[in-house]
Each structure stands twice: as structure tokens, then as C-alpha cells.
């Protein structure tokens, strides 16, 4: 299969799938949306509410937000392939569970495959952790690392910068900075596997 084949395949599996418990409070599985040779790839934590009705990523308080962002690097959201590491959305927007996580990540990955993005932005904790198992987020945001040939810039979930207004100002400017990032991509270290020290971790917020 070519890569538009092989997503929308993904795209009809994830309406189906029960790999893990989260099919039982689907209306919508959200398996993502964007041009298959998108060269900027952002990945979520899970849908919504909005999501879950409608069957499309960050259409919520937190996609209206994500829009404004791009549109201040000059980039359309039509431009981008937005997607989740969670395909369903988890009851209560609670956090998603080890096991869900796992149950996605063959979507996820063979989505990666197909996109074969020169740079993913991941955005919360949870999609920063697939690829930075052991960073602290408030240390790592807005920088650029490599991993595994892959240049990885993790970020604030926009739904956190919303429920924190202290947060929106790191937010904007770690978007701010992503075209020079990825200018600079053979510049990016190699992320270290060993775990990064830091003082506090706001807590990430999923709500919408």
C-alpha cells in the first residue's frame, strides 16, 4: 500500500478497533488528519469531548488555540497532520492508561511510517514520554532533540496553557521558536536516556 492507502486504513481500523476498553464510550475514533507528506507532524495525548463528537483532532477551546499558534509561524493546520497518542477519547478526559497507550501505538507508529515527518512536535506529557521516556516536560519543553534519526520537539499541551495562564507565554514562545528549530534540525543533540532533574512539573490538563 502507499502511504495515503496505508492511512486510510488506519483511519477505518480505529473506527472499529478494540484493542483496549476505550471503544466502549466511543462515538468517534479520531485517528488524526493532514496531508500524508506533512513535514511537521504534532501528536496529542487523546480526544475530547469535541473530538469524540465529531471525529476530528483539536477541535475544542485547546484546537482553536493550537490554530492561533500555527497561524503565528505562518503555518495552516491543513499544512500539518495533527494526531493523538490515544485514537478514543478516555471517559472523563482522564489520563490514558499504560495499556491504551500500548494498544494505540501500532496506529501511531505506522502513521509516523507513512508521514515520515521531519519533525514531530509532541504536545503533553504523555506523547512527549513515547519518545523521551524519561525527560520532566518542564524541562525539556521548546528543545529540540533527536531520537532514533527523528528530530522530536516536545511542547505544552495547549489545553495546559489555557487552565494555567502562566503557561501561555512559554507555549507561545516555544512555537514561536519551531521554525528555527527545525532550520537548525542537524544541529538537535541526541536525547540521553537518563532521566532529567527537575524541581517541579505543572501539571498537564487534557479537558478539552
Known amino acids: ?7 486510510r486504513e488506519i483511519e477505518r481500523q480505529v473506527q472499529v478497533c478494540k484493542r483496549c476498553d476505550l471503544h466502549y464510550s466511543r462515538k468517534h475514533g479520531v485517528a488524526g488528519e493532514g ?7 504534532f501528536i496529542g495525548e487523546g480526544p475530547g469531548f469535541h473530538e469524540n463528537e465529531q471525529g476530528r483532532p483539536f477541535v475544542g ?5 493550537l490554530d492561533e499558534l500555527l497561524a503565528q509561524i505562518g503555518l495552516k ?8 497518542v490515544v485514537k478514543c477519547r478516555p471517559p472523563g478526559n482522564r489520563d490514558p492508561k499504560p495499556e491504551e497507550l500500548e494498544a494505540c501505538d501500532i496506529y501511531l507508529e505506522r502513521q509516523i ?11 503533553g506529557r504523555y506523547s512527549m514520554a513515547k519518545f523521551l521516556p524519561h525527560a520532566k516536560i518542564s524541562a525539556v519543553h521548546g528543545r529540540a532533540m533527536r531520537v532514533k534519526d527523528r528530530l522530536v520537539v516536545p511542547m505544552y499541551h495547549p489545553a495546559a496553557a489555557l487552565h ?12 514561536a521558536q519551531l521554525p528555527e528549530l527545525i532550520a537548525k534540525a542537524e544541529d538537535a543533540p541526541e536525547y ?17
Open 1 to 7: 500500500m502507499n502511504p495515503e492507502e496505508v492511512l
Open 192 to 208: 540521553q536516556v537518563e532521566p532529567l532533574e527537575e524541581k517541579s512539573d505543572p501539571k498537564q490538563l487534557t479537558l478539552f
Open 164 to 175: 494555567q495562564p502562566s503557561l501561555r507565554p512559554v507555549v507561545e514562545r516555544d512555537f
Open 77 to 84: 493546520r491543513s499544512e500539518v497532520f495533527i494526531g493523538n
Open 113 to 123: 511510517q507513512a508521514i515520515n515527518p521531519k519533525v514531530i512536535v509532541t504536545l
Open 61 to 65: 477551546a485547546a484546537g482553536k488555540f
Open 35 to 41: 496531508p500524508v507528506n506533512a513535514a511537521i507532524m
